[in-house]
């Protein structure tokens, strides 16, 4: 369905309108084309309604601001519904961008969510190993010395009995495919996770 504009014959009621559809517009930016649209169409078939009821009143300007007091701030209203929104994209395209804008619109909404940026902050950071292995190739990497414990990562306090690097060049190919791994399990335990939320909503 497309959307329309509602037109109103007071110059300062149009200004008005089109300055919140701006605000709705703004509030909405980080969903997709759809969600945006969809919100806008919605609230924008509630402004109409609203101001049906008063079209025979004299005072445009006055009823639609009225209207949109009741109504509330965009960018106040709609946080929760975009944070909703904005996790089920994420969770359907497993989007490195729309996961972490997701969890920060939500990282309001509980201490489960903290856990969740902390675990993909982690991956980021796991990830800084590949730069490390290529400048200090010497010294990043999986370490085994025999009666000792196995070294992961970046060691620069080798003695001279150096423990045996054992990836080798399969040290960049490894993290890659943990790092990926680990996103999507970890996308995976989001996308449960809000599962678990809208069927506790449902009940």
């Given at each position: 369905m497309n959307f329309k504009k509602i037109q109103f014959d007071s110059n300062d009621a149009q200004k008005i309108?089109?300055?919140?559809?701006?605000?709705?517009?703004?509030?909405?930016?980080?969903?997709?084309?759809d969600d945006q649209n969809d919100?806008?169409?919605e609230l924008n078939s509630h402004i109409y309604e609203s101001s049906i009821k008063k079209e025979h009143s004299s005072n445009e300007v006055t009823n639609l601001i009225a209207v949109l007091d009741k109504i509330g701030t965009p960018s106040e209203i709609l946080l929760p519904?975009?944070?909703e929104k904005?996790?089920?994209?994420?969770?359907?395209?497993?989007?490195?961008?729309?996961?972490?804008?997701?969890?920060?619109?939500?990282?309001?909404n509980g201490i489960i969510y903290i856990i969740f940026f902390f675990l993909y902050l982690f991956l980021i950071v796991f990830l800084g190993?590949?730069?490390?292995?290529?400048?200090?190739?010497d010294n990043v990497g999986l370490y085994y010395k025999k009666d000792v414990m196995f070294e992961f990562g970046a060691v620069f306090n080798h003695d001279q009995n150096?423990?045996?690097?054992?990836?080798?060049?399969?040290?960049?190919?490894?993290?890659?495919?943990?790092?990926i791994l680990f996103y999507f399990l970890i996308t995976l335990m989001l996308k449960l996770k809000r599962s678990l939320n809208k069927t506790k909503i449902s009940i």
């Open positions: 309108y089109e300055n919140y559809l701006k605000q709705i517009k703004s509030a909405t930016k980080k969903l997709s084309s919100i806008l169409m519904l975009v944070a904005k996790l089920n994209q994420a969770t359907k395209t497993f989007n490195p961008v729309h996961v972490f804008q997701a969890l920060a619109l939500n990282i309001s190993l590949i730069p490390a292995k290529l400048i200090y190739p150096r423990p045996y690097e054992i990836l080798g060049n399969w040290f960049i190919p490894t993290i890659i495919l943990i790092v």
